[in-house]
């Protein structure tokens, strides 16, 4: 639910004076993990709300200290819970909202739903003032394929509501995936929560982390071994390798809608109105999205009521995906030999004026060490990441000069995060 920034302060703010008026504890003189676990169980004796106190922290707190636009997405059962602890009443009945229009509520994370769904987190870099990363790592499984994970549950709960419609029998296809890994495991983790058919995953097992693959094979991922380097794939040959006769491929097949994807990660990163975006570059599907949203708001005369950017701002903007050359990579969620999208892909958004020529995909250089000092910077700024989340930050330390960013440049960088292994011990 949409809601005015300055409500929520003071809801938030209010919240926390009153937790201090009846247990005496202050959010300065306690560790933030401690404060905040404090707080949720204290909110949940009072409302008899379950509440965690890592969304607290994360969806409030953190969120709040850097948003700077009058309106704000929030799930509508935090915004009652602590709307109830303070006021006693619902949201709604205290506050304005500024619109609940069902296409438009944000509905990830699932468990406990917010626009935008993960903060952004100005880091501190010499020379440099206005430089932000926009943390996936936030993410249930710590990685931004969480949003294609939830896609794909969209999928199958629709297909179910329309057999039933139909009244027809429930079967529900199969569905396959190449992978290096990640992608697999949040959409497989999201498959096991709701009860749905496990993936099926084709992988390279000269290439895939050894503890990775041990997590697909736990959490429950139908795998197949495949030298990926041999030849470019189809979705006819992903499905024949499954064994999964049938299904669908979500590699490359047309049955899911792929600007769904990162439809709301596109919005929240537009939002903040970059003058520079740098993207990690895996298997584009990312880069594309942001791409054709952002030309998509630009041409458009009636924006979407989840677009907040400045089309003078963004039409100048120059987007930047950070790709892997070879195999030896240490990002090696970013290396593919074959790739689904060729350069005319994204020279159509190029040429269009919807953004700045400068924008492209490069190869982060490896050699010259500016994926060190990128994972020394984000460690610095307390971001989890792996080096592939993190290859947007080292591709800007790359191109930093090349494209003439100024001090007061706005940067905004994206970290797909690092997924959690330990979900799937």
């Not at 950017?309 to 120059?318: D, N, P, Q, V």
């Not at 020279?347 to 924008?359: A, E, N, V, W």
């Not at 060190?372 to 592939?388: G, L, T």
Request: charged share 25%; aromatic share 12%.
């Amino acid at each position: 639910m949409k809601v005015y920034t300055s409500d929520i302060n003071d809801l938030f703010n209010t919240a926390l004076v009153e937790f201090e008026k009846q247990t005496g504890k202050q959010l300065n003189q306690m560790k933030n993990s401690d404060f905040f676990q404090e707080l949720a169980s204290h909110i949940q004796r009072i409302t008899h709300i379950t509440v965690k106190s890592d969304t607290i922290y994360k969806q409030f707190y953190i969120r709040l200290k850097t948003w700077d636009k009058t309106e704000i997405g929030f799930s509508v059962d935090y915004l009652n819970m602590l709307s109830r602890y303070v006021h006693e009443c619902d949201y709604n009945e205290k506050y304005k909202v500024v619109f609940e229009d069902e296409a438009e509520i944000p509905e990830f994370p699932w468990d406990h739903p917010a626009f935008p769904a993960t903060p952004v987190i100005k880091i501190k870099m010499e020379g440099f003032n206005n430089i932000w990363i926009k943390d996936e790592s936030h993410n249930p499984t710590g990685i931004h394929k969480d949003r294609v994970a939830w896609e794909v549950y969209l999928f199958y709960t629709n297909l179910i509501k329309d057999l039933i419609s139909k009244d027809k029998r429930v079967k529900l296809p199969r569905l396959s995936l190449l992978s290096s890994g990640n992608a697999a495991l949040s959409i497989q983790n999201i498959l096991s929560q709701f009860g749905l058919p496990n993936l099926k995953v084709l992988y390279d097992p000269t290439f895939i982390d050894t503890k990775v693959l041990e997590a697909m094979v736990k959490c429950g991922c139908e795998l197949t071994p495949y030298n990926l380097e041999e030849r470019e794939l189809t979705s006819e040959d992903i499905l024949k390798f499954t064994n999964n006769e049938g299904g669908k491929d979500l590699t490359y097949g047309e049955d899911l809608d792929k600007f769904s994807f990162y439809d709301w990660l596109s919005f929240e990163v537009l939002n903040l109105n970059p003058q520079f975006c740098f993207v990690p570059y895996g298997s584009g599907e990312l880069y594309k999205n942001i791409l054709e949203i952002n030309h998509r708001e630009i041409m458009s005369k009636r924006s979407s009521k989840r677009y907040f950017g400045t089309k003078e701002i963004l039409s100048r903007c120059a987007f930047l995906g950070a790709r892997a050359e070879n195999k030896n990579t240490k990002m090696k969620m970013l290396y593919a030999k074959y790739n689904k999208f060729s350069t005319e892909d994204f020279q159509y958004y190029f040429d269009r004026g919807t953004c700045s020529k400068q924008s492209r995909i490069e190869f982060v250089n490896e050699e010259m060490n500016f994926l060190n000092k990128a994972s020394k910077i984000a460690k610095e700024n307390n971001i989890e990441f792996e080096p592939s989340g993190i290859a947007g930050l080292a591709l800007f330390l790359q191109l930093k000069d090349q494209l003439k960013i100024q001090t007061n440049d706005k940067v905004v960088i994206i970290n797909t995060g690092k997924i959690k292994l330990e979900l799937f011990k």
